[in-house]
């Protein structure tokens, strides 16, 4: 396949591995505050950020849209044409007003950011790949498959970079997705089931949504766990197996799912986990992969809280804390390129 020269450019040497867009928020007459979910929140962790002095408009990278031929790399034309009905978008995103839209501010207003979002997904895969690790602050829409969408998922965001360094990056060959947020990923189980090169792991509550039978045949190594776990048993479990699964496997790349779901008072994950377990969670999935040397990819998910953005970016800040990201090269005096020095 041709290299898509929109989503896979270079990335100057100055910006963090870190992609957004303002695109990415979902601000729409107040009908995003039909679904629990915190549709700015987003732009509130780069907000955080910047606040910090982590990100600045210079070294964060743009995301781009994704393009329908991007997504012909995973999805299939008629799902894609489906998207063109606001009671199907109405239904996947689950703000039932869309239904009342014209399709075309559905398509400018809730699937453009969505389609923004996963553009930056595919374009972190390639740069953890060259960088060590990288963030989308959005994606991880693991409930959508090649021609199903569901649960505020319309785009396969993470199939899609899978795919995408398969294809098209030299040397990328197995990849181990672990899917963290408090709901089973069961579009990209879906799209892998048959797929040798793709590991996947995933932790959930086993009560809610989607409880896809048929899905749950592609996870490697499950964890089902019960209303109400605690902080203190879900790392245990979440260190054990990221050990396990990264020792039994080890892949080209981490696809990390790092959804807040779990976050105590959740109305949809039903877990107890603290702010700061969330914190000690994404440090122990990052250490595992870093240091074995394995490239990272971590997208936001799920987490329907307005403390969500705060946590996620206080996540990213104690990350670099401990030396698991940051500018992790310099540039050489010479002719000027980068060198890896960790």
Not at 77 to 103: C, D, G, H, M, Q
Not at 125 to 131: D, N, T, W
Not at 209 to 225: F, S, T
Not at 320 to 338: M, N
């Amino acid at each position: 396949l041709p290299l898509q020269p929109t989503l896979y450019t270079e990335v100057p040497a100055r910006c963090l591995p870190i992609v957004y867009s303002p695109e990415y928020n979902i601000t729409f007459l107040g009908l995003e505050k039909l679904h629990p979910f915190d549709a700015g929140k987003w732009g509130k962790v780069v907000h955080f950020l910047k606040e910090e002095q982590f990100l600045t408009d210079d070294n964060i990278v743009e995301a781009r849209e994704a393009s329908e031929e991007d997504l012909l790399v995973v999805h299939t034309r008629r799902y894609l044409n489906k998207l063109k009905w606001s009671l199907v978008v109405a239904t996947i995103t689950e703000i039932p007003p869309l239904l009342f839209l014209p399709n075309f501010l559905v398509q400018r207003k809730v699937l453009r950011p969505l389609r923004t979002q996963t553009g930056g997904t595919i374009m972190a895969g390639k740069l953890a790949i060259e960088r060590g690790w990288a963030i989308n602050v959005g994606g991880g829409f693991h409930h959508c498959s090649s021609d199903k969408g569901g649960g505020f998922c319309a785009y396969a965001d993470i199939t899609l970079s899978i795919k995408f360094l398969f294809e098209r990056v030299e040397g990328v060959s197995k990849a181990t997705i672990i899917d963290l947020d408090a709901h089973q990923g069961n579009g990209h189980e879906r799209d892998f089931l048959e797929d040798r090169r793709v590991y996947i792991m995933d932790v959930y509550n086993r009560y809610i949504y989607p409880g896809d039978g048929y899905a749950k045949r592609a996870i490697k190594r499950k964890v089902e766990l019960d209303w109400g776990t605690e902080d203190q048993e879900y790392l245990q479990k979440v260190e054990l197996h990221c050990e396990g699964a990264l020792n039994e496997v080890r892949p080209d790349i981490v696809v990390y799912n790092a959804g807040t779901d779990i976050l105590d008072g959740d109305p949809l994950g039903g877990l107890a986990i603290s702010p700061q377990g969330i914190i000690k969670r994404d440090e122990i999935v990052f250490r595992a992969a870093r240091r074995r040397g394995i490239p990272i990819l971590m997208v936001t998910s799920g987490g329907y809280q307005r403390k969500t953005a705060r946590i996620i970016a206080d996540s990213i800040l104690n990350l670099q804390r401990q030396g698991l990201v940051g500018l992790v090269f310099c540039i050489s005096e010479v002719g000027g390129q980068v060198l890896n020095t960790v």
